[in-house]
């Protein structure tokens, strides 16, 4: 796990928070999930994007794209430049208060390969990281404080999870570039 700081500055944070909550092109929306045959309606919105013709399908929902607007399909290149992978798929998370969070999971379904590279924009909030190896004894759990213009890039096999907090925090948004198998 590598934590970059200040990959963009604040300036530029503020300009893509700002297209990300006003372009006509990123359509948030709150997935329903079914859990022990409950239906339940995730704690945050999501929106995503990835190179034509690519369906992430997780937890029993298709996640199709379309192709990459510009102000991402810059931010993908710089991070395939600076980080040596490449990246298919953009997940966007947007929470919309300290109330909102992501449970403990992992990324490791549909083929999701190599590291995930997650930028943060908005509200500090802590991010929760299991690097325990498998099956050891000892469980090693690691947290981190995201702010904003900060980049995580981490192994998305194992657990993570983003803290709900009882602290007044605002909105924040998340941005996790991915490579998934073709
Ligand atoms: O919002 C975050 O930092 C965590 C996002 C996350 O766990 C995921 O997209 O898999």
């Known amino acids: 796990m590598n934590l970059i700081p200040n990959f963009i500055a604040e300036s530029d944070a503020q300009v893509l928070e700002n297209w990300l909550l006003n372009s006509t092109k990123v359509e948030w929306q709150q997935e329903h999930f079914k859990i022990y045959g409950r239906e339940v309606l995730a704690p945050r919105e999501i929106a995503w994007f990835g190179d034509a013709g690519l369906n992430y399908r997780y937890t029993q929902l298709d996640h199709p794209t379309h192709g990459w607007p510009e102000p991402l399909a810059q931010l993908r290149d710089r991070l395939q430049m600076e980080i040596g992978q490449p990246f298919n798929f953009l997940l966007l998370n947007k929470y919309a208060d300290g109330s909102q969070y992501m449970g403990w999971h992992r990324d490791d379904e549909a083929g999701c390969l190599g590291d995930i ?5 908005g509200a500090v909030r802590r991010f929760a990281i299991d690097l ?3 099956y050891a004894e000892q469980v090693l759990r690691e947290s981190v404080d995201l702010a904003n213009g900060s980049l995580l890039v981490f192994d998305g096999r194992q657990r993570h999870c983003l ?5 007044p925090v605002g909105m924040r948004i998340n941005l ?3 490579n998934l198998a073709l």
């Open 117 to 121: 590279a997650s930028l943060s924009l």
């Open 132 to 134: 325990s190896a498998d």
């Open 163 to 167: 803290r709900a907090t009882k602290r």
């Open 176 to 178: 996790t570039f991915r």
